[in-house]
């Protein structure tokens, strides 16, 4: 046995306990907006008057502030008195907060930690049986999507995605008046802000989870949006429906097809709703379709994982094909090839570097 190699490795494992255990006290400050109040204080803060300022006691911030100073997260300063300050720096506050639009990292966070408490049992149990799990087993985690997809969308679907796409035709024609559908689209809050943005255009909305698309219509009438629709729908489910048969212009898919149960049925389906010249931007995870290939990928530890106790359940369950998170570039050309898809584009995303974006043309 190598002495040093072992030694390595203990330290690595002392790191990687460290770094676990910080990503919950994440998980915590975020979701307890700590990082938003110390963010808007802007200036050294005891802990007594960090705690007032957040409504929260101040011996459990206490106990917090130890775990983001040894972290590095938070400064702790002393003021020459008994009692010490903290300060969240500009620069760490930039990527911890809510208004930190699409670098917002925080909000990651809370992601496996809530993966851990609603599914750990779930998934441990399913690793002898690969049976899956389903979507509706994973409310609390629609919820927490919608998060990731107001953080996402909120600054960069407008701005930069959509006037990016076919060299900034598609805008002009959302402008004029064209049908838009977004397969997977959870709580609407993508449909929502074009619909908001290009009232010319009709938009629709698929998803299979009933209480996300209650909520996309309560939200929709809240916002007086006249222009969209969500349909409680499985997007595999309408490849031969004569009612969707070549009925938009442009559609989307989110991180939507690599949860699909069906993925093949479900790009089958988007061609089948294409109409003669239309679009289809599917966003997905950027990865190698190989473990070996994203040996180097930045996030690859947390990604496989978020995909091994959601995505990939979710795609086996209903005897599904279970394709993961990170299926990768090559499967997923491949399966555009199989739906039909002759024209793909592989881009890459401004201001999003952990997506690719294929573009496909009818």
Known sequence: MDQEKQAAFGSRLTEILNHGALNLAL???????????????????????????AGLHPRYVKEWLGIMCTGQIIEIRNTGTEEAVYFLP????????RQSGSSNMGVYTQEIPLLTQIAMARVTEDFSKGEGIPYDAYPRFQAFMAQLSHAKHRQVLIRHFLPGVDQGALVARMEQGIRVCDLGCGQGIGLHLMAEHFPASSFTGLDNDVP???NALSRAAELGL??????????ASVQDDPDFFQAYDYITAFDAIH???????ALKAVRHM?????LFSMVDIDAASDPAGNLNHPMGPFLYTVSLMHCMPVGLSDRGMGLGMMWGRDRAVSLLKKAGFTRIQVLEIAHDPFNVHYLCRQ
């Open 90 to 97: 500009p620069e760490h506050a930039a990527l911890l907060t």
């Open 212 to 214: 996300a698309i209650e």
């Open 259 to 265: 949860d699909q149960s069906r993925p093949l049925e």
């Open 226 to 235: 006249k222009n969209i629709t969500f349909l409680a729908k499985d997007a």
């Open 27 to 53: 998980a915590l400050g975020y979701q307890l907006k700590i990082f938003d109040v110390m963010a808007d204080m802007d200036q050294p803060v005891s802990c007594p008057a960090l705690a007032r300022a």
């Open 274 to 278: 294409l109409a003669p010249g239309g």
